[in-house]
């Protein structure tokens, strides 16, 4: 085979590669977009505010002093507030693991105080529960991103290689072979 046509033929390949990468990016930095929007249009229809600085225990400062006083809109707030939650919830009686409260007031079906927390309960872990699943889209998201820059980068540096090797195939002789055949 003449080094020519290698030369070209893997410029192609080459070629088709950067076209796939490319795609690839665009479809990730779409994905990236679209959770992002789809993370904050959610949460914002909410509503929901952290509290302000005065208003935070102890105990949560480390995690909500960042956003106090903000809307919750993005996902690193949304875990934020899931943790709060959290939180809260443990200083309620069994913790506030729904099973246990449920269980507790289905043995003690006239107690209204534990109805109450059986509502609780599953009020906040829903909230919880929610707030993480906002987290975690906006994490692929963000992985979405990076995957979508690591994609044209790899692009780049591939139609660089491929306009090399068709640079490589015109400076090269036509009677040039791949594979010098040696007599002996």
Known sequence: MRRQVFDILVSVG??????????A????MWAHSSAGSSVHYQLARQNIYFPEKSQ?????KSYLDRYAGQQLLTGPQAHAYALKIASDVYALPYH????????A?????????????????F??????????????????????????VASFCFAFMILSLVLLGLYHARRTPPETQLFAVVER
Not at 56 to 60: A, G, L, N, S
Request: hydrophobic share 55%; aromatic share 8%.
């Open 14 to 23: 080459g070629l088709v590669l950067v076209i796939v990468l490319v795609t």
């Open 123 to 148: 009020t906040a872990s829903t909230l919880q529960g929610l707030l993480l699943e906002a987290y975690g889209f906006s994490v692929f998201g963000v992985i979405a991103l990076w995957a979508g």
């Open 105 to 121: 007031s289905r043995a003690h079906p006239g107690n209204k105080k534990l109805a109450v927390e059986v509502q609780t309960a």
């Open 56 to 60: 935070i225990p102890p105990d949560q």
């Open 25 to 28: 990016g665009a479809l990730l």
């Open 96 to 103: 506030g693991i729904y099973a246990e409260v449920s269980a």
